[in-house]
């Protein structure tokens, strides 16, 4: 049969086939396709529209959340853009403070919308606002397993990376490009076992300075600090650590020079929480760096309570292929889950934790950083001027 006298046999079932029953519409399709020879899908296709019929044309749902689109774009705002497996865990948690704090208003109805929606609809839904987003810059730091037993300087403890207290520190340079003279460093430190991060920045790479930063951070953890690993820097294989960490009888391990996976916790994080809050500018007067920390201790709140993190906690090897099972929780939550932690140290960061408005807390952050930026520019000026 030619192509018009299929199209001529088309046309004669199309308003048959419209007002048809299910079975009867089987039966249209099941005659048309010994007639014609087309396939199943292209038949529907064109005998689905009466007024249009080789025209094919995608029928337009109404998506079930449109109700609450907005309040979901405004909670993915408050969570800094995460991703869409990040952000489904996240979004209980932000409703949960919003709510108690009078920042969000929802019903019933609007509550069980945003709780059942799906990763990949919160994807669908939110990829037009993603692409506005532009790409930020990366951190030019190395990448890097965690070093457990080789090249130990000082062992107390096994290294245990599921039990809470061992820590992978790392130091971040704000040069401003411009590696020369003075100016000041973050230590970063992240617990291995909870995703727990602190900073503290200080002004220069002595190793004094150094120590006394780790030690403030490594206070502000709630569990005490067990072992520190770190890179070869200068700034951390030194006595003064050394025999800090023989002191306090903590684990002192150091990464194996040059090999690329070395400290992965930590370094993935250099941008996620310390470059993409500071960025890149150079900071070497005291009253930056005082701005810095205060920039730290909000951020601690925001990051450990309410922006979730993946962790890989299995593989299994098929041949060459690798499956990864990832788990994904806020750093508070993991204490909660940990058995080692003591419940009196759980019901202290609860209480805590219901004090915090997550909005409010990316207000402070803006505005620090606000603040940070015009101490900048007023030392630059300054500096013209002279």
């Known amino acids: 049969m030619d192509k018009q006298s299929c199209a001529a046999v088309i046309k004669h079932y199309r308003r048959v086939y419209f007002r048809a029953t299910k079975k009867g519409k089987r039966e249209i399709l099941e005659v048309l396709i010994g007639l014609t020879g087309y396939h199943r899908k292209y038949l529907i296709r064109r005998l689905g529209d009466p007024g249009q019929p080789a025209k094919y044309l995608r029928r337009h749902k109404p998506s079930p959340y449109a109700p609450v689109l907005e309040k979901l774009k405004e909670l993915w705002t408050y969570g800094k853009y995460p991703c869409s497996r990040r952000f ?14 009078g920042e969000i208003t929802l019903t019933d109805e609007e509550k069980r919308l945003i709780g059942r929606i799906s990763e990949r609809t919160i994807d ?32 107390w403890t096994d290294w245990d990376q599921a039990k809470p207290g061992f820590l992978e520190i790392d130091s971040v340079h704000h040069n401003g490009g411009n590696p020369s003279g003075f100016y000041g460093y973050t230590v ?15 002004l220069g790479k002595s190793e004094a300075y150094t120590l006394e930063a780790i030690d403030l951070a490594g206070q502000r953890f709630p569990f005490p600090v067990l072992g520190l690993d770190f890179d070869t820097g200068g700034e951390f294989v030194n006595w003064h650590l050394k025999q800090y960490c023989d002191r306090k009888r903590i684990t002192y391990t150091r990464a194996r020079q040059g090999v690329k996976n070395d400290q992965c916790y930590v370094e993935q994080s250099n941008w996620s929480q310390v470059r993409e809050y500071v960025g890149y500018s150079r900071y070497d007067q005291a009253e930056q760096v005082k701005r ?3 920039i730290y201790r909000v951020m601690s709140d925001y990051l450990n309570y309410f ?8 593989k299994t090897r098929n041949g060459a292929r690798v499956k990864r099972v990832f788990e994904t929780r806020t750093p508070y939550q993991q204490i909660l889950a940990q058995p080692d932690i003591p419940q009196a140290v759980k019901n202290r960061l609860t209480k805590h934790y219901l004090t915090l408005n997550p909005k409010q807390l990316l207000k402070n952050i803006v505005g620090l950083q606000q603040l940070l930026s015009r101490l900048g520019n007023k030392i630059c000026g300054a500096t013209n001027g002279r």
């Open 88 to 101: 489904k865990v996240m979004i209980p948690i932000y409703l949960d403070a919003l709510v108690r704090f």
């Open 124 to 155: 669908r839904h939110l990829k037009a606002e993603r692409r506005q987003l532009t790409l930020k810059a990366r951190s030019g730091t190395k990448p890097g397993t965690l070093l457990k037993s080789q090249i130990p300087v000082k062992m």
């Open 188 to 202: 970063s430190l992240e617990d291995v076992a909870t995703g727990w991060h602190e900073n503290q920045a200080h």
């Open 292 to 294: 810095l920390n205060q």
């Open 307 to 314: 922006q979730a993190k993946e962790r890989c906690v299995k």
